[in-house]
């Protein structure tokens, strides 16, 4: 797998252009990755795979909601009451 710095993105954004291959983003000084360039060509092959993390992270982010709804009957309060 190909390794592309930040820095060499921020000179040369272009530089995915020309990448036909998967491509590590890493940041050079601390060697650290920080996420993955995959080519437009095999995009059919990670749709299922991002659907299921965009799921989980719509889960993640909205399990707090549901939560809160359990812990707090303030915004059931007053349903019953006739007006």
């Known amino acids: 797998m190909t390794k ?7 000179k040369n954004p272009s530089i995915f252009d020309k990448l036909d291959d998967l491509a590590q983003v890493v940041n050079k000084k601390t060697n650290q990755v920080k996420g993955v ?8 092959m990670f749709e299922k795979v991002f659907e ?6 719509f889960v ?10 359990n812990e707090d009957s303030t915004l ?3 349903l019953n009451n006739a007006y």
Not at 37 to 44: A, K, Q, R, V, W
Not at 52 to 57: A, G, T, V
Not at 60 to 69: I, V
């Open 4 to 10: 592309v710095g930040i820095s060499d993105i921020s």
């Open 37 to 44: 360039f995959i080519p437009n060509s095999y995009l059919g």
């Open 52 to 57: 299921e993390i965009e799921y989980k992270k």
């Open 60 to 69: 993640k982010r909205n399990n707090s909601l549901k939560d809160s709804l």
């Open 76 to 78: 059931k309060d007053g």
